[in-house]
């Protein structure tokens, strides 16, 4: 075609040749805009998966204190920059497709003109014009289609369902108890066995609603798996736990609404006022209170400001009491402290056990080298040994 096009005019196979290498170039010259905009996009993307991924791994966290409505919105906040950024980059590929356009309607318009221009000047036949404007449009309707796709390669569509299926919240299972129900919980010949071979034997153990229990024993013992076993975390190898109800009924209770404090504690990308009240308004006017009773001393300022787990500000210790106070200005009915005072000192500790012994709770807290007088504001203490260490010996 383009041999019989050549023998009809040098000039119109050179003009198709020139407005269609523009058409290829054009992709190049607008594939920077295309990948800065698809970058922006795919930052405000990492922000957003970012987001997901501070806020998520506290998701059970947020369930504990009924602040899971919180976790949609910071979603949706983050979510809406980068659907900014999509549309923005949407607009940019609209632009590109607009100036692709015109090179292409310059290459269908253009080169048929030329031919038309030829045959009044009598250089070629009526025909040539026919077949000139063929050749161009089917030229030019492959370009166009080569270089929009070329255009759109940097996008990536999937993302928008990915988004919506990681930020599908689970509906809860109704059947679960209030744990203020549960009057006993006991484990009976609880084993744990770990894959890769590691295994603890409990002993049997039973609790009665109100009690304050100090669990000790050395490292490694088994005592944050017990806890974890308690709250359903971890799963028996054999052996059960029980939670008992005052008629002396097996209940399942919500595991959501025991208070926990993991041996690593979890603080939220919000203020610190805020990781306290778990965003429960109500409890605003208590922070103060609560701040003095685990003797946290920071001002206004400092309490308002957000914690940026990239940028630690806290220490241990204050990291600590922010999730003590979390425990205790709305105390649940059950409460499981995984060495929640490790980082804190010794005085510190001792004001904040008392203000532990004070609440109405059934309390299992793990605790290491307590003094006897801290020990002494426990109910009782129940120290588990571990099998074939230097310890058992001792007893
Ligand atoms: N997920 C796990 N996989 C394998 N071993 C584990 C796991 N969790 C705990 N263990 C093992 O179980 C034992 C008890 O752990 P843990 O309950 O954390 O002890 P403690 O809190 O008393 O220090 C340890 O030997 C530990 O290595
Ligand atoms: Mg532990």
Known sequence: ???????????????????????????????????????RVSVANNRFLNTIAKWGSGLGELKRYHAKK????????????????????????????????????MGRVIVPLIAGILYFEGKIKFGAIVTASYFANDIFNSLWDFSNNINLLNSSYDLRSK??????????????????KVK????????????DGDKIEYPDICIKKGEHILLTGVSGCGKSTFIKL????EKPSEGEIQYRNSEN???????DRIGYIAQDVTLFPSSIKNNITMFNARLNSEVDKILEKVDLDLSVKEIESVIKPDNIVLSGGQKQKIVLAREIIDPKSIIFLDEPTSAIDTIATTKILKVISELP???????????????????????????????????
């Not at 308690?230 to 975390?233: A, H, K, P, Q, R």
């Not at 080298?369 to 074939?388: C, M, S, V, W, Y």
């Open 70 to 105: 919180i976790f949609p919105r910071v979603i949706a906040t983050s979510s809406s920059k980068l659907e900014d950024s999509e549309i923005n980059k949407m607009r940019i590929i609209t632009f590109s497709q607009f100036i692709q356009g015109i090179v292409d309607v």
């Open 249 to 255: 009924q097996d209940i399942i209770p919500d595991f």
């Open 184 to 195: 006993l919980i006991r484990s009976i010949n609880l084993v744990k066995k770990f894959t």
């Open 361 to 395: 709770s059934t309390i299992i807290m793990i605790a290491h080298n307590l003094t006897p007088e801290q020990k002494a504001t426990f109910d009782r203490e129940i120290h588990l040994f571990k099998k074939g260490s230097d310890e058992n010996d001792n007893i």
């Open 1 to 39: 075609m383009v041999g019989t096009l050549f023998t009809l005019a040098p000039i119109l196979v050179f003009s198709t040749l020139v407005i269609g290498f523009i058409s290829i170039l054009l992709p190049k010259y607008l594939k920077k805009l295309n990948i800065n905009a698809t970058n």
């Open 230 to 233: 308690l709250l359903g975390i």
């Open 163 to 180: 988004i919506t299926n990681l930020t599908k919240i689970q509906p809860e299972p109704t059947d679960k108890k209030d744990p203020d």
